[in-house]
């Protein structure tokens, strides 16, 4: 059974995919903050069973993504809306 701290983890990491999914690094970077933040509290853990591993290996994994969706997602907010 998890902690209730535990669960708070595993919900801000499902929160911080679901900003990250919806093109909203302002609020995945808030809460891979908060993850930072309570992960400091668990060292004792082991750093595979730690959601903030998870949130770290979800940036690695995107690092190789090619940058071009990023650019046309950067053009398309700055063109007008007709």
Known sequence: MRSETEQMERDILRVYRCA???ERPDIAEFMLAALEKLDRERERFPLTE???MEAYRDIAS???EPRCAAQ???T???EPHS
């Open 20 to 22: 990250r999914g919806q």
């Open 50 to 52: 730690r959601p903030l």
């Open 62 to 64: 995107r690092l190789g």
């Open 72 to 74: 046309r997602l950067s």
């Open 76 to 78: 398309s907010k700055s």
